[in-house]
């Protein structure tokens, strides 16, 4: 899967609103150093970057094209306390440290400097892990097998409209505790259980024609929607004390049916790139015609999507 990053800028303004609402959850001091996970095009990371002049975001993505069009939009010069990086979100472990450099260490695959300056002389104590254990490995303890390093590194593991993406949600968190200090907070937003369902019924039927079928034989499935049930079960045993996790309706507002259709090609993609591209938009457009058959624009010309997120706080203990 191959994403268009600007295409994404483009047609993402539902997932920068849910993000700004997250964000706001945070009350930040200004100082903390937060590790964005599934970054995307950066400009989430960029406004977690702005509400801590005194502090670091760190960006991380899989795709190597979402993380050049974040480090292009933004440079380090213009942005000394953000920086972005290719990593996958069940592999995050100490070499997220190396990755994007300690403080005032700038490594070569980044321009990325941690602040060394502006913390609070009060704040707690930061550690970091050296983990020699298998990240995807859901029966080991969540901090492994290694031994704990003086410093510190993140206050805050943020991520926003990117879990979903994931198959393994065990091997993130057991990545998320391993760089998160003690006291540090896990604030997550993904797609949850009957994210989207409505879009799923316009689309299921129309892979099933005989123009398309061929094209989603051993289709995988592409999405990993959880519930609450099963974060609550999960986060305790990988060193998290739960504040909340709970599914919350959302809907997503596109102003006409060409932004709907934008939409489902931008973030679609296990679908429509599984679409030879000389009939690509024939497919889109099909889609979005049985889709506005059953959920037409209201009066305004509007095109809702009912969502469902899954919404995790929790703290490491």
């Known amino acids: 899967m191959k994403w268009n990053a600007a295409d994404y800028a483009a047609n993402s303004a539902a997932q920068q609103i849910w993000a700004r609402e997250l964000i706001a959850q945070l009350h930040l001091r200004g100082d903390e150093r937060i590790l964005d996970v599934g970054c995307g095009d950066g400009k989430v990371t960029a406004e977690l970057a702005r509400a801590v002049p005194k502090g670091s975001a760190a960006g991380i993505d899989a795709s190597p094209e979402m993380i050049r069009f974040a480090r292009k939009t933004f440079p380090p010069g213009k942005h000394p306390n953000l920086g972005f990086q290719i ?119 129309e892979m099933r024609l005989k123009q398309w079928c061929k094209f989603f034989r051993k289709m995988e499935k592409p999405y990993f929607l959880y519930g609450p049930a099963d974060y609550e079960k999960w986060l305790p045993r990988f060193g998290f004390k739960t504040h909340n996790v709970k599914l919350t309706p959302k809907d997503a507002v596109y102003p006409g049916r060409d932004r709907f259709a934008a939409w489902f090609r931008t973030t679609w993609l296990p679908y429509t790139q599984r679409v030879p591209e000389n009939v690509r938009e024939e497919f889109i457009v099909a889609v979005t015609d049985r889709y506005l058959a059953k959920h037409p624009p209201d009066m305004g010309g509007r095109v809702r999507v009912r969502m469902v997120r899954l919404e995790i706080d929790a703290v490491k203990v």
Not at 135 to 153: V, Y
Request: net charge positive; aromatic share 6%; proline share 6%.
């Open 87 to 205: 990593m996958d979100a069940r592999e995050i472990s100490f070499a997220v440290l190396s990755a994007l450099g300690s403080a005032g260490v700038s490594p070569a695959s980044t321009d990325f400097r941690l602040p060394t300056g502006g913390r609070d002389a009060s704040a707690p104590k930061r550690r970091r892990i050296i983990s020699n254990s298998n990240p995807r490995s859901p029966t080991l303890s969540p901090l492994g097998r290694g031994e704990e390093e003086e410093e510190a590194w993140f206050d805050v593991v943020f991520s926003s409209s990117a879990l979903h993406w994931v198959d393994d949600h065990r091997a993130f968190l057991r990545g998320a505790a391993s760089v998160l200090r003690s006291g540090g907070r896990l604030v997550v937003s993904c797609g949850g259980k009957g994210n989207a369902q409505d879009v799923f019924v316009a689309l299921r039927p």
